[in-house]
């Protein structure tokens, strides 16, 4: 096994162990990254800087929780000096002046960022076919997607390019890549993490969270993130936990709930049986499982499509070639607004921000915008009330296994509705995660718990206890060599 | 017929805060062109804002002295549209929560008080400037962006530009007392908007109202509404119908002009802004804060009138500003007649510090100082006239009377021997003038005072000058 | 509500965005679709539902106010299409 498909947990060891240096690591890393170009995970990549600074790792006394990892950054977050596209082309020529809290903690860590990664346009797509540089394609099967809109970072952790990375996740844009992928992709609990360097694309709904290879990976990555920034009102200020310990104390007597809203119709017949298979697993680690019933999930997609459009829409205002990024030519200024934003902003983009427009303009702001407020409510009001229940829901992370490339890009409702698992948590503001249980026709299938507020170390206690029973964390998608180009499943 | 004006007044002023609404760059004004700027108020992709505790606290204060009803919850909501001054393209605003509701304003106009009531005052971020002809095109400057403002609307409450120059007066006496504001026109702190329209009198209908914007004065805002208010009723008598428009006042040209480029319908798609959370206020903030509410000047004025026995123009302007307010209450408790007081204040005092372009607070002459001089006066010390020099030097050096008056050797001659010695001399030589005196001519008898006084450096105690030549006149 | 080819002109008039005949014709068949979709939220009933708009109950977050360095504002010209003399520039804009 080479270096980069290592997790970061083993790769810490053998640093601290000086069986390896950081500039190993990085080597693995950028030699892998040389045979995985076209995966495409990455809109820019920073191999020279990379390099020179695990060296110079390599001669320090490693401090950091990630000193000499290799990590990589989804390209909606700010890092001083590095451009920042949003896989859009309105942001052509900007170069952020500051780098976001999230990406900040991982450098103070001692991690090392290896690249920004592809993704859907703003964050808005569940299949990174909406970015303006191309689309990225699943490392387990070049014909599919990987999921979106963080699918770059999804696949560079699948793929060995990076040992970890960030994605953001508005609607499942963590999980449901991180499903398809065969990843363990989490988003905490909106506040958990600050939002401050992360490009808006839904404000209410945003939070940033990390990929890994296994589940103590994802404990050390949030662990890292975690934690209240003065520069975010909207971030927390609670402790955070010592998560990475906290996984591995079993879940004998939890209380798991299973929806029955989350298995009636457009699931895949193979999805459904590794999901209720792993149930049956997670029962056997010695919890509970329970029928809870959200019985406002059916109202979630539409819920979210007002509420996310409506913040895109404002959000995404400020892309208008007068400060900075793309500027078409025009006569004059509302010319100038017109061609530069018809320009640069991709379809899907702009269908985005003539609903948000049309669910806030005058007239139309009760019946759409303020309905959904209320029916978010009621959602919430759903997850309070199961939580009183149970402490963990488990569903399945994603209707289906990763698509043919093209397949629901013609159909926006369809794309949207692929998302039907993952949105009610971003709704509700709870933890989720997603993590692999095992594969369908050669393509991982995700299964995703769900939490109270805050409670992300109970979600990763419970995947982590689900991990022990299979050895799905332990299959990587790309292989060097031909005798173990064989997969698992 | 006869119309009856409605005008309603729009009024954005700038809060008096160190650090910008929502990032910590500096509001001082003046500066380079965006060299006031950070990620945050240039809307760069991935800020958010933070609130400023002060701006909440400054605007908080300004409710409850204007008696509003103080919301004791406060949301923030975008107000959405495109301009080039406005980097994120919408502004941080309050929508349907406003801080402050309700409230009014005291003017007092021709003798008779009245107040003007008030509809909401709310915070929001003040947006950047657009400077013309820079490079053959619009130029952006974005260091006022982000500026937290208070906007006070009035209830279409006022009914002649005499009333709202008075109510946009005592708005700015009232925010000064408060220090929420500096309330300065020329650097923007202040700006107002007009609207206005006519209705026949004694009807409760209001009219089509037109909005005046680009008014850099009070006394343009006067101007302006007078102008207005003509030319509606000139339009409603030529069978015109009044269109709603915004309306630009020309002060060269002393007229309003149409703005039809203009015309776009508004839909600002206002909706609460996710990256603030809502402020919460206590009845104990609320009891901080208001104890940190001085005397508000109308209140004052009453006062002083009923203390300090001063009439309504004196106790006006002794009240006008809140340092020039302490600076005669100080002085007058020190034990000075309150009237000569505020004789002095306005006069020399008032013209010292106007020439010498400073504020109150920043004079040398200390009400301790203006009181003692008072008192001098009082006494006999020193004459009058010779206390303007005293008082100039005062001013100069911050000195205190008594010490000028011996440093330069200008007590008040009051020796009666002295005096009518030098009055014998006067008389001894101006023959002439005693002689007129002598014939009939009452009226020399003042110049030969003068004279006297000249004599004497303007020395000699004026009062018994008079005293003693009359006697020595009446002798002849 | 009707969604039709005037109203989504108007919306991208609003949000500064242009589109030729055919993109319209896409885009409002497609926002009636989704529209169509989102009306479901129509069936419930949420008369005396408070909505949210904030899930945590967070309040009263302030900063200080204190002056922090501002950014050198070469930096920020640098991402600009357009700066001179210290300004962005922009066509001419006609004052209001």
Known sequence: ?489 | MEYEIVIGLEVHVQLNTLSKMFCGCSTKFGAEPNTQTCPVCLGLPGVLPVMNEEAIRLAVKTGMAFGCRVSNFCKFDRKNYYYPDLPKNYQISQYDKPLNMGGSVPIRIDGQKKAIKLTRIHLEEDAGKLVHDVCGGSGVDLNRTGLPLMEIVSEPDIHSPDEAYAYLVSLKQGLRYLGVSDCNMEEGSLRCDANISIRPKGTSRLGTKTEIKNLNSFANVKKSLEYEAKRQEKAIGNGERIIQETRLWDAAKEKTISMRSKEEAHDYRYFPEPDLVPVILEDEYFKKVSGEIPEMPDVRYERFIEEYKLSGYDAGVMTSDKDLADFFEETSKQGADPKKVANWVMGDFLKEINTAKISICDARVKPSALAMLIKLIDKGTISGKIAKDVFAEMFASGKNPEDIIKEKGIVQISDEKEIEAVIKDVLKNNPKVVEDYKSGKKSASGFIVGLVMKASKGKANPKLVNELLQKKLDEL | MKVDKKLVEYLANLSRLEFDDTKLEEITAQLKGIVKYVEKLNTLDTGDVAPTAHILPLKNVFRKDEVTPSINRDKIFKSSPESDNGYFIVPRVIEE
């Open chain 1, 1 to 489: 096994m080479e270096l980069c498909d290592k997790t970061i947990h083993d790769l810490s060891g053998m640093l601290a162990k000086k069986e390896i240096q950081p500039s190993e690591i990085m080597k693995s890393a950028l030699s892998r990254m040389e045979k995985t170009g076209e995966f495409a995970s990455f809109i820019k990549t920073f191999p020279e800087e990379a390099m020179k600074c695990a060296g110079e790792q390599d001669k320090k006394a490693l401090k950091g929780s990630l000193s000499g990892i290799p990590v990589a950054i989804k390209d909606n977050m700010c890092i001083e000096g590095k451009g920042t596209t949003c896989a859009s082309h309105i942001l052509e020529g900007f170069t952020a002046p500051y780098t976001a809290t999230a990406v900040q903690k991982l450098l103070d860590e001692g991690a090392i960022v290896i690249g920004k990664t592809n993704m859907d346009e703003f964050a808005m797509g569940s299949s990174t076919e909406t970015s303006f540089f191309g689309n990225t394609l699943n490392p387990w099967n070049k014909d599919t997607v990987p999921g979106g809109s963080s699918g770059g970072s999804a696949t560079s952790v699948a793929l060995g390019e990076a040992a970890g990375s960030l994605g953001s996740d508005t609607g499942g844009s963590i999980r449901q890549p991180a499903s398809l992928c065969g990843l363990v992709g989490l988003k905490p609990t909106y506040g958990r993490v600050s939002r401050y360097g992360l490009v808006a694309f839904a404000s209410s709904l945003d939070q940033i969270g990390p990929f890994a290879k296994d589940v103590e990976d994802a404990a050390i990555l949030l662990k890292a993130i975690s934690g209240y920034d003065a520069k975010d009102s909207t971030s927390v200020n609670a402790e955070v936990p010592d998560y990475p310990s906290q996984i591995k104390n079993g879940i004998k007597g939890l209380r798991i709930g299973v929806p029955r809203e989350y298995f009636l119709e457009g699931i895949d017949n193979e999805v459904e049986a590794c999901v209720r298979k792993a149930i049956k697993d997670l029962e056997n680690c010695g919890a509970e499982i329970r029928d809870v019933s959200l019985p406002r999930t059916e109202y979630a997609v539409a819920t979210y499509y007002i509420i996310a459009t409506a913040e895109a829409s404002s959000n995404l205002a400020r892309y208008d070639g007068v400060h900075y990024g793309l500027r078409e030519k025009a006569g004059n200024i509302i010319d100038l607004y017109k061609k530069t934003r018809s320009a640069g902003f991709g379809d899907e983009v702009k269908r985005r921000i003539i609903l948000g427009t049309y669910v806030l303009s005058s007239g139309y702001y009760d019946a759409y915008y303020l309905k959904a407020q209320k029916v978010r409510t009621l959602i919430k009001e759903d997850f309070s009330k199961a939580f009183g229940e149970v402490d963990v829901i488990v569903t399945p992370t994603s209707p289906t296994t990763a698509w043919k490339i093209g397949e629901k890009t013609d159909d926006p409702l369809k794309m949207y509705l692929s998302d039907i698992y993952t949105i009610s948590a971003n709704l509700a503001g709870i933890p989720a995660v997603s993590l692999n249980c095992g594969f369908s026709a050669g393509l991982p299938v995700g299964l995703q718990l769900q939490a109270a507020h805050f409670n992300e170390a109970v979600l990763l206690r419970t995947a982590y206890a689900f991990e022990q029973m299979n050895d799905y964390h332990k299959k990587r998608a790309f292989s060097e060599t031909a005798e173990n180009q064989v997969k698992y499943y």
